[in-house]
């Protein structure tokens, strides 16, 4: 913390992962989601080829609003209301809300602290710290304020807005990923990823003097 450098590193990394996840969220849907009156007469159209009384964010998904971005690559409009993989926590919005926001804030507190208590030139560190921040706050604003709105259906609040779909991927063992993410995800798995990186090269790095050490006695 006694270094600007670090600081300004740290924040403005933080600010510019932030913006990419939440610009790119609306850039996504507002791109692939069409005009009012075509999607309204698509709405029509599914609504009269089934029986059942169809949620806004069921409708979402029978539209299939897709794009393809390159092989493996797929934009596609989704929602997730859980918290992981679309895992609901609670029924009630409102304590769910509570429980995703308690949870970014102690993660906050946790990047803020490992940040503070760096070295100065731990640049993986800085790094790992700020895209975890990021993803957890971009899924956060999610839950507090997104708004998906179809013509003449109730919005869909408070979602989580996904559109990386790489399902088309093949995997070994005729695995795939089926879930659809986004980049604040991205942000969370890679600055995860760099933070056991980290911890693993600082024990290797601690294993090593200890032999060292041992050997110069």
């Known amino acids: 913390m ?8 740290f924040l403005t ?10 610009l790119s969220k609306h850039y996504v849907f507002q791109s692939l989601l069409p005009d009012d009156e075509t999607l309204a007469a698509r709405i029509e159209l599914i609504q009269s080829q089934t029986t059942d009384e169809l949620t806004s964010r069921e409708m979402l998904g029978y539209l299939n609003l897709r794009k393809k971005v390159c092989p493996g690559l797929d934009f596609v409009l989704s929602l997730n209301k859980g918290a992981v993989f679309g895992m609901e926590m609670h029924k ?7 429980i995703v926001g308690g949870a970014t804030l102690i993660v906050t507190i946790m990047m803020a602290g490992w940040f503070a208590t760096s070295h100065r030139r731990a640049w993986c ?22 708004s998906v709105a179809l013509p003449g259906m109730e919005p869909i609040l408070y979602n989580v807005r996904d559109f990386l779909d790489c399902s088309s ?20 798995v890679v600055g995860v990823g760099l933070m056991m990186i ?5 024990m290797l790095s601690e294993r090593k003097q200890q032999r060292q050490a041992e050997a110069a006695k």
């Open 2 to 9: 006694r270094s600007t450098r670090a600081i300004v590193f």
């Open 13 to 22: 990394l933080t600010a510019v992962a932030l913006a990419a996840d939440l």
């Open 92 to 98: 009630s919005g409102n304590v769910h809300r509570m």
């Open 125 to 146: 560190v800085h790094l790992a710290t700020a895209l975890i921040l990021a993803g957890a706050m971009g899924n956060l604003y999610d839950r507090l304020a997104s």
């Open 169 to 188: 991927i093949p995997l070994p063992f005729g695995f795939s990923y089926k879930w659809v993410f986004n980049i604040a995800d991205v942000w969370l």
């Open 198 to 202: 980290h911890w693993v090269a600082a």
